[in-house]
């Protein structure tokens, strides 16, 4: 069919409709367009019209199952219950929703958690989907190769078992977390280490240690103030100042842990180690640009606190608290890198 019979133009419209002769007024006997042209083009009218109609309802009809199909996609979090202010307490056992003491809580924590429950329990797992951590589990190093066996284990083989045990809590709580070593054995020094929590973009560059020497506990190491090492002077005041309020929150979910049975040494900065007192901070300490803590996590050379830490039970403990600990200063350092 001519497609002038579908002429757009109203002059052309019009004149259809009077039954005018239109421009094909002169054709051939034969031809019978000109005749039937303008019942056909209202019929055509009309179906063009259905058609619109039909697709316009389609349309909307597949944009509502779209839109509720997103919805259902998003509001299925991995498995962080509503309103669960500890971002970890729904995948690291012991420390339920809600059996904090409320006595512990800052009145801006707990306001913090409550806001958190208002927006629900979908936000507060975005809130650290994304986050990242440095785990450093510690040597071997320029310092120790971590071999010595005492009380038949080794720190190398204890840290790097803790390490991975607190991987998978932190990465079951949406935490991206990056090792500064591959394999247990992978020589890297300590300066390497911080480098690699600075570049990976960490929020915390967690050490783990364990101690040896005539005392027994765990204890946590945080710089204070700078210390100088191969002509570098570091950490700045801020990250000083951040990684003791990563100290303090990380040390108490360890303590509330594992203490007792282990002793509680509570937190201390580097210069009460023996290379901080050197040096004036840890080496790591030194060369990190994001918060550090240390935690040697008990001694090795006392018989009951390598009886702990070589269990399984004891290490998997060690790890939960340290999890519970650390998702609790992401959260807090989250509050404070984003408050107007
Ligand atoms: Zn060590």
Redesign the pocket.
């Known amino acids: 069919m001519p497609t002038e019979d579908y002429g757009t133009t109203k002059a052309h419209t019009a004149r259809k409709d009077k039954g005018l002769q239109g421009p094909r007024a002169s054709a051939p006997i034969g031809d019978l367009t000109p005749r039937w042209g303008p019942a056909l083009a209202r019929q055509r009218r009309l179906h063009w019209l259905l058609l619109l109609v039909v697709l316009t309802i389609l349309g909307t009809v597949a944009f509502f199952i779209y839109k509720n199909a997103s919805l259902a996609v998003v509001s299925l979090p991995g498995g962080i219950p509503s309103g669960n202010p500890g971002p970890a307490t729904g995948q690291v056992p012991k420390r339920a929703n809600n059996d904090e003491p409320a006595g512990q809580l800052s009145p801006r924590e707990a306001q913090r958690q409550q806001s958190s429950k208002e927006r629900g329990g979908h936000e507060s797992a975005m809130l650290l989907t994304g986050k990242v951590v440095c785990l450093d589990p510690?040597?071997p190093s320029e310092n120790?190769s971590?071999r010595t066996l005492q009380n038949g284990v080794t720190?190398l083989e204890v840290?790097w078992d803790v390490a991975l045990r607190l991987r998978a809590y932190l990465e079951q709580a949406g935490v991206r977390v990056v090792m500064t070593k591959r394999t247990m054995d992978e020589y890297v020094t300590n300066r390497e280490r911080a480098e690699i929590a600075n570049t990976s973009g960490a929020a915390l560059f967690y050490r783990i240690?364990?101690?040896t020497g005539t005392h027994s506990g765990v204890t946590s190491y945080y710089p204070a103030q700078p210390g100088q090492k191969d002509g570098v002077r570091g950490p700045s005041s801020a990250v000083s100042d951040s990684s003791s309020l990563a100290a303090e929150i990380i040390h108490a979910g360890i303590v509330e842990a594992v203490c007792p049975p282990l002793r509680n040494n509570g937190v201390r900065t580097d210069r009460a180690t023996y290379i901080g007192r050197r040096q004036g901070a840890l080496t790591g300490s030194i060369f990190s640009q994001v918060p550090t803590v240390l935690t040697?996590m008990c001694v090795l050379s006392s018989k009951t606190d390598a009886e702990f830490i070589k269990g399984e039970s004891g290490q998997s403990s060690m790890a939960r608290g340290m999890a519970n600990g650390i998702l609790q200063f992401l959260a807090r350092h989250d509050e404070s890198t984003t408050a107007p």
């Open positions: 510690g040597h120790n971590g720190e840290n240690h364990a101690d040697e």
